[in-house]
């Protein structure tokens, strides 16, 4: 589910809706600054310490029904938990470093345009075509994913070099996400101190750690989690 402004106090029924439909988990995702999002600004109707809080108690519900019995997991965090407490990369675009954009994902057009994700399509549709790749009627695979586009924005963004990114104690769990801070701060690096993204995920990371400190049983809860998107 994407949290609209209306969802903010609502996260207990939202939840107990996807249970009551028989559905086993939910995604608690936030606005993106994409196309219709940005056009009417709603993606500024709450910043990323609202959305924690609403992903906190979420989060807290969601293992309270599981202590009662009733398995039901949180796909966000179980991404997080599987590159904090595993080895192996879950493949979510938006956490990879290099930047999963044009590698782990590519949207082809209607008209052939190629562009690195689907966030960069809907850039392209706000006029921004900085993460358009090429297109299939004029392009061979080879022109396509050696495009600048596509290979600057990824060594521009790795977070094993990038100021602020490489010193930072969450650096292997998080991920480079250059198309995000283009959006926001017209560049693919951003500025980690304003970022939305940077504080979203250091929230969640700190809050997932401060639970499995505390509380032995929800930790016990997390670990059928990992690996399981």
């Given at each position: 589910m994407?949290?609209?402004?209306?969802?903010?106090?609502?996260?207990?029924?939202i939840?107990?809706?996807?249970?009551?439909?028989?559905?086993?988990?939910?995604?608690?995702?936030?606005?993106?600054?994409?196309?219709?999002?940005?056009?009417?600004?709603?993606?500024?109707?709450?910043?990323?310490?609202?959305?924690?809080?609403?992903?906190?108690?979420?989060?807290?519900?969601?293992?309270?029904?599981?202590?009662?019995?009733?398995?039901?997991?949180?796909?966000?965090?179980?991404?997080?938990?599987?590159?904090?407490?595993t080895?192996?990369?879950?493949?979510?675009?938006?956490?990879?470093?290099?930047?999963?954009?044009?590698?782990?994902?590519?949207?082809f057009?209607?008209?052939?345009?190629?562009?690195?994700?689907?966030?960069?399509?809907?850039?392209?549709?706000?006029?921004?075509?900085?993460?358009?790749?090429?297109?299939?009627?004029?392009?061979?695979?080879?022109q396509?994913?050696?495009?600048?586009?596509?290979?600057?924005?990824?060594?521009?963004?790795?977070?094993?070099?990038?100021?602020?990114?490489?010193?930072?104690?969450?650096?292997?769990?998080?991920?480079?996400e250059?198309?995000?801070?283009?959006?926001?701060y017209?560049?693919?690096?951003?500025r980690?101190?304003?970022?939305?993204?940077?504080?979203r995920?250091?929230?969640?990371?700190?809050?997932?750690?401060?639970?499995?400190?505390?509380?032995?049983?929800?930790?016990?809860?997390?670990?059928?989690?990992?690996?399981?998107?």
């Amino acid at each position: 589910m994407t949290t609209s402004p209306a969802s903010l106090n609502r996260v207990r029924d939202i939840i107990d809706e996807y249970v009551k439909h028989g559905l086993n988990g939910i995604f608690l995702r936030h606005l993106s600054p994409y196309g219709f999002a940005m056009k009417t600004k709603s993606f500024q109707a709450y910043n990323a310490e609202r959305w924690l809080q609403f992903y906190k108690e979420g989060l807290d519900y969601i293992l309270e029904l599981n202590k009662t019995g009733l398995p039901f997991t949180e796909y966000y965090s179980s991404l997080i938990l599987t590159k904090m407490l595993t080895s192996n990369d879950p493949g979510f675009v938006d956490l990879m470093n290099p930047a999963g954009a044009g590698i782990a994902a590519v949207v082809f057009n209607y008209d052939g345009d190629v562009y690195a994700s689907d966030e960069s399509r809907m850039l392209r549709e706000m006029g921004d075509t900085t993460f358009r790749l090429g297109n299939v009627h004029e392009n061979t695979y080879e022109q396509i994913f050696t495009n600048d586009a596509l290979l600057s924005a990824l060594e521009d963004s790795f977070t094993g070099s990038a100021p602020m990114c490489s010193d930072c104690a969450f650096e292997p769990w998080c991920g480079a996400e250059p198309v995000f801070h283009h959006a926001m701060y017209g560049d693919v690096l951003g500025r980690k101190p304003e970022s939305e993204f940077c504080r979203r995920m250091m929230g969640v990371t700190k809050h997932l750690l401060d639970i499995m400190r505390r509380d032995a049983e929800a930790k016990e809860i997390f670990m059928p989690w990992v690996n399981r998107c």
